[in-house]
T-cell receptor, first 114, second 110 residues
């Protein structure tokens, strides 16, 4: 069955440090890939997306992600984390099949130390 | 401003009561979705609708019902048949593959 795996449940980084959040998917073809961010008690905000083309995509708030077909991965990165980046991050894929069903990973909760 | 609104933000109900969660969008999107979020489980699809007067069950539809009488509105009813209704509920809409989410409703059933 198709699935999305985010191996890290919690990550803690110091402010100013670099960040990489991992995401792997299990799907036969290349799906559409997304990263969303959720602040506590809020809805989800789209950070970036990959449909095709350049495998390094830029998003909002200084985030970027790289699609690696050989590793079935779509890892999220940021070179310097700010305290306001503390939130939960979700990787998601869209499967083909007549409608845009998003499959979500379980999420990674990011804490930022001053 | 275009967007998705969900009301209320917090909702409390007694066990055995049905409750309806509101979702309205003014983005002119055809498709709308309901997700349930529980800690550590990401989001799971309850129902979705691709067009007015049509909707389909998602992965966890048991104990829930929806209607889609207007393009802008996609209310979700949590019935007494839902065994564990306490959760955070998120509504989304899309045109194409990108989904936009509302702020969510936290439902607590005691």
């Amino acid at each position: 069955a198709q699935s999305v795996t985010q191996p890290d449940i919690h990550i803690t980084v110091s402010e100013g440090a670099s960040l990489e959040l991992r995401c792997n998917y299990s799907y036969g073809a290349t799906p559409y890939l997304f990263w969303y961010v959720q602040s506590p008690g809020q809805g989800l905000q789209l950070l970036l997306k990959y449909f095709s083309g350049d495998t390094l995509v830029q998003g909002i708030k200084g985030f970027e992600a790289e699609f690696k077909r050989s590793q079935s991965s779509f890892n999220l990165r940021k070179p310097s984390v700010h305290w306001s980046d503390a939130a939960e991050y979700f990787c998601a894929v869209v499967l083909s099949g007549g409608y845009n069903k998003l499959i979500f990973g379980a999420g990674t909760r990011l804490a930022v130390h001053p | 401003d275009g967007g998705i609104t969900q009301s209320p933000k917090y909702l409390f109900r007694k066990e055995g009561q049905n409750v309806t969660l509101s979702c309205e969008q003014n983005l002119n999107h055809d498709a709308m979705y309901w997700y349930r979020q529980d800690p550590g489980q990401g989001l799971r699809l309850i129902y979705y609708s691709q067009i007015v007067n049509d909707f389909q069950k998602g992965d966890i539809a048991e104990g829930y019902s929806v209607s889609r009488e207007k393009k802008e509105s996609f209310p979700l009813t949590v019935t007494s048949a839902q065994k564990n209704p306490t959760a955070f509920y998120l509504c989304a809409s899309s045109r194409g593959s990108e989904q936009y989410f509302g702020p969510g409703t936290r439902l607590t059933v005691t």
